[in-house]
């Protein structure tokens, strides 16, 4: 069963900049393409970005573009994003998903999902 592992998130004053970071498990992380989401308290689940599986093709959803980048290391079977001018409001628990070769943004499409990390942001 593939699994995925997130690391790096924690409290950071606005402005401040984290990277996150997660670890696939399995043989498959090179034909996969990642995704990442976010979800704040009594909010639905958001796109954030999303990597072809090799690496050529970048997707973010127009609230992070241009503060956020996501990379991936397929050496290593693991998809960072860097958060850069963080704000209030990406706080939330930030999670990373897996699908087979295309690039996609919408959360139905991904068959492997992480347990989150927490971001937060404080003004």
């Known amino acids: 069963q593939v699994q995925l592992v997130e690391s790096g998130g924690g409290l950071v004053q606005a402005g401040g900049s984290l990277r996150l970071s997660c670890v696939q498990s399995?043989?498959?992380?090179?034909?996969?393409?990642m995704g990442w989401f976010r979800q704040a308290p009594g909010k639905e689940r958001e796109f954030v970005a999303a990597?072809?599986?090799?690496?050529?093709?970048?997707v973010y959803a127009d609230s992070v573009k241009g503060r956020f980048t996501i990379s991936r290391d397929n050496a290593k079977n693991t998809v960072y994003l860097q958060m850069n001018s963080l704000k209030p409001e990406d706080a939330a628990v930030y999670v990373c998903?897996?699908?087979?070769?295309?690039?996609?943004?919408?959360?139905?499409?991904?068959?492997?999902w992480g347990q989150g990390t927490q971001v937060t942001v404080s003004s």
């Open positions: 399995g043989r498959t992380f090179s034909i996969a393409a």
């Open positions: 998903a897996s699908r087979l070769y295309t690039v996609a943004s919408k959360d139905g499409e991904y068959r492997y």
């Open positions: 990597i072809s599986r090799d690496g050529s093709t970048t």
